[in-house]
């Protein structure tokens, strides 16, 4: 069964450094998706990604970061300078075509952990 | 932000009796409801939909239930199987978006 794919599954970072988390959707989807949880809270949306373009992101989504899909199969989230208070899950997902009714498949997540 | 509300962070359920979790929203905007089952150290695993022109869907064991004017869902499980011990969240999306909104989750222990 096809289904997405995160690397790495652990990331420690230092505050103020540069991180990359790297994900592999499915294979035929074309709407990619970063959400992130912190410990103990809720799942949050960050970002949706279609045709090369943000189509939607939210608040949390602010200039420190940022997503591209480098090529065919990977999709990519950086954040730019990390703090402290970005240490969470991050969760990738994609789905077949745009809505929230479409099923979105999750990865099985990266843990940030900021130093 | 409590847009999804899932306020019981924990429920316990004997194996075979009937498992109801329950989610509250606020937005009237949200035309689409989806419970997701994550266990430890997996992604959130998609369970069960329902639209907002419906007040019913069943899938198997898994029914879920909306209440639109009392804005409320339930998912119900029967029977309870230790299987589906796992943490359940509520999520919720209006067609114009992609986003989903979730709510905190339950946790879900069924006991042998």
Known sequence: EPEVTQTPSHQVTQMGQEVILRCVPISNHLYFYWYRQILGQKVE??????NN????????FDDQFSVERPDGSNFTLKIRSTKLEDSAM?????????GGYNEQFFGPG???TVL | DQQVKQNSPSLSVQEGR?????CDYTN???????WYKKYPAEGPTFLISI????DKNEDGRFTVFLNKSAKHLSLHIVPSQPGDSAVYFCAA???AGNMLTFGGGTRLMVKP
């Open chain 1, 90 to 98: 991050y969760f990738c997902a994609s789905s077949e075509a745009a």
């Open chain 2, 28 to 34: 009237s905007m949200f035309d689409y409801f989806l």
């Open chain 2, 51 to 54: 639209s907002s022109i419906k």
């Open chain 1, 45 to 50: 949306f960050l970002v949706s990604f279609y």
């Open chain 1, 53 to 60: 373009e943000i189509s939607e992101k939210s608040e949390i």
């Open chain 1, 110 to 112: 990266t843990r940030l």
């Open chain 2, 18 to 22: 009937i498992s109801i979790l329950n």
């Open chain 2, 93 to 95: 999306s209006h067609n």
